[in-house]
């Protein structure tokens, strides 16, 4: 069974719109890391969360973890074209593991 | 700032044939991966190098043979190729193993037939 879940597993929506992406673990993570594919190109780093509670944004792009350090969101505002993509989280359970990834969400958004 | 190379891009082989996919990085990392990425699965780890010199399984090392050439380098090989090795192959470099950015390549999309 996948150790990291991601909701939705795709998603459209029209230019403009807010919308959230979920990545939930079975335990508890050490860190997390987003990143974001564009079709066709390796894998993009977008943000890192490591502290419960930690929240870090990015032009339109805001990553939190919660205090528990099980879930994570991704949340765009106010989405544009070149938001799509696949976005994927990656986690870490212990400081010298591997990372562990959870399916990817594939966002599209319609101008 | 070319990162992690990866060649080739793309790749059609036939059941049982051979070939060795190639990845470099210029950013002096010390760890490298190969990953393979599948529809609905995510990316899943094959082999991985924490440094020059070692080389350890990763979560499907079936059927596949890693060497790290040198710090820049780490090929995969596939010895004899297989329907189920269709997919999508990321190279990814880190300053270290754990808890440091992953850092990828292009991918390289091989069909098996």
């Known amino acids: 069974s996948q150790e990291l879940e991601q909701s939705p597993q795709s998603l459209i929506v029209q230019e403009g719109k807010n919308l959230t992406i979920n990545c939930t673990s079975s335990k508890t993570l050490y860190g997390l890391y987003w990143y974001k594919q564009k079709y066709g190109e390796g894998l993009i780093f977008l943000m890192m969360?490591?502290?419960?509670?930690e929240e870090k944004s990015h032009e339109k792009i805001t990553a939190k973890l919660d205090e528990k350090k099980q879930q994570s969101s991704l949340h765009i505002t106010a989405s544009q074209p070149s938001h799509a993509g696949i976005y994927l989280c990656g986690a870490v359970y212990n400081y010298g593991q591997n990372f562990v990834f959870g399916p990817g969400t594939r966002l599209s958004v319609l101008p | 700032n070319a990162g992690v190379t990866q060649t080739p891009k793309f790749q059609v082989l036939k059941t049982g044939q051979s070939m060795t996919l190639q990845c470099a990085q210029d950013m002096n990392h010390n760890s490298m991966y190969w990953y393979r990425q599948d529809p609905g699965m995510g990316l899943r780890l094959i082999y991985y190098s924490a440094s020059e010199g070692t080389t350890d399984k990763g979560e499907v090392p079936n059927g596949y043979n890693v060497s790290r050439l040198n710090k820049r380098e780490f090929s995969l090989r596939l010895e004899s190729a297989a329907p189920s090795q269709t997919s999508v192959y990321f190279c990814?470099?880190?300053?270290?193993?754990?808890?440091?950015?992953?850092?990828f390549g292009a991918g390289t999309r091989l069909s098996v037939l």
């Open positions: 969360l490591q502290k419960g509670g």
């Open positions: 990814a470099s880190s300053e270290a193993k754990g808890w440091n950015i992953q850092y």
